[in-house]
């Protein structure tokens, strides 16, 4: 095991003991965002009104995961109700759903932003009225005057501070020292009604679970006649495309997933040193000089030519003596074989023989054998 591979584990070890920590001593927070989604079980979601909206409508409810514009060019529909919470929409589908009331369908809208496609057309204008840590809902009808619902966590405050003629005010705000404000208000349009309400938290998982908070919704929603029901929700087909959307969704899997990326991180942080690049390997460039002569000796032995190799080798050993050895080779007397034994050293006795051989190379009609070739090439390397 080498040392880099000991201080990766080390790491990654750290880094699970780390988080193992934060798990068990983390405690589970609550999202209190005001998210208004149907498959959420946060405070603020819808997912227990998703459940029970069936009955609640007698299961004459379809929920719709199209825009209003994309449904009602691909579909004709008489008379029915259209349900909105919280859902932006855009302006060509405000105008179909105003269209559809016109002839005669009815609209409910709960959220505290009313668009201005709707408040223009009805008549009225609304504002943050309240900013008080509790306030009460209650509904105007006699018939519902026992029915109220407690908002003690994060209520808006919204209500309409103006009202025009022809506008009846179905529920209002209810605060100590504070005048009444109405929050649920109906008003004709076309042939049709149109129902604002401008508290969604009261169909909030928080608020339905809480005891008798499911008969204010009720009461709500009775307004509405028993008819096919449109509820245009928040489309899902964005989120499920996420790869990461389960993962994520998964606290156990996503630590997971953030312990995968920090160990990818740590391994890329500690590889971005410099290293040193493979050394390429370099042929050493060969020798063609002696393959020439190996190539020029076999050329000779083929031909035979014994003679000729004799004194070229002969012209070779000669030209050496001059270079290295300072030795005049013009004659090859007694006195140069005197010089040749002083300055190599070798016996006197392979100096002549040497010599003998390299004058029957130079005699041009002397007979060579290959004997006497492979004896002369041994003598001369010998004694240089």
């Known amino acids: 095991m080498n040392k880099t591979f000991k201080i990766y584990a080390v790491i990654f070890i750290v880094v699970m003991i780390v988080f193992a920590l934060f798990e068990v001593n983390k405690t589970e927070s609550t999202d209190w965002r005001k998210n208004f989604k149907t498959t959420q079980k946060s405070p603020f979601g819808l997912f227990v009104f998703n459940n029970e909206i069936n009955d ?25 109700n259209i349900i909105v919470i919280e859902h ?42 309240s900013f008080e840590d509790q306030n009460v809902l209650k509904l105007t009808d006699r018939k ?11 209520p808006s405050g919204k209500g309409f ?30 042939e049709g009604t149109i129902y604002v309400h ?17 008969k204010y919704a009720q009461d709500i929603f009775s307004y ?9 929700v928040e489309s899902s087909s964005k989120s499920s495309q996420f790869f990461l959307r389960f993962i994520l969704s998964n606290p156990a899997l996503k630590y997971a997933w953030w312990v995968l990326l920090g160990g990818l991180l740590l391994f890329i942080f500690f590889n971005v040193k410099r290293k040193q690049r493979i050394v390429p390997i370099i042929e050493p460039l060969k020798n063609t000089s002696v393959d020439f002569v190996k190539s020029i000796g076999n050329l000779y032995l083929q031909e035979g030519d014994f003679h000729d190799m004799m004194a070229k080798k002969a012209q070779y050993f000669l030209n050496k003596v001059r270079v290295d050895l300072l030795i005049d080779t013009q004659n090859l007397d007694e006195e140069f074989a005197k010089k040749l034994q002083l300055k190599t050293g070798k016996p006197m ?36």
């Open 349 to 384: 006795e392979m100096i002549h023989e040497a010599i003998g051989f390299i004058k029957k190379a130079q005699d041009p009609y002397a007979n060579v054998m290959k004997e006497d070739l492979a004896r002369m090439n041994k003598l001369l390397d010998e004694i240089i």
């Open 88 to 129: 932006k929409i855009d302006k060509q589908s405000w105008n179909k759903i105003l269209d559809q009331v016109s002839k005669g369908s009815d609209a409910m809208i709960i959220s505290g932003e009313i668009p201005k496609e709707i408040s223009d057309s009805i008549g009225y204008y609304d504002s943050k009225i």
């Open 198 to 214: 401008c508290e969604p938290l009261f169909i909030t998982n928080y608020y339905l679970l809480k005891k008798g908070n499911t």
């Open 144 to 154: 519902y005057q026992n029915d109220f619902i407690v908002l003690d966590k994060f």
């Open 224 to 232: 509405l006649d028993n008819k096919e029901t449109l509820w245009f």
């Open 161 to 190: 501070t103006f009202v025009k003629p022809g506008v009846e005010v179905l529920g209002k705000t209810v605060e100590k020292g504070n005048t009444d404000q109405a929050n649920f208000i109906k008003t004709k349009f076309g």
């Open 56 to 80: 609640l409508f007698k299961d004459k409810i379809k929920k719709i995961n199209q825009s209003p514009y994309d449904y009602y060019n691909q579909n004709s529909k008489g008379i029915h």
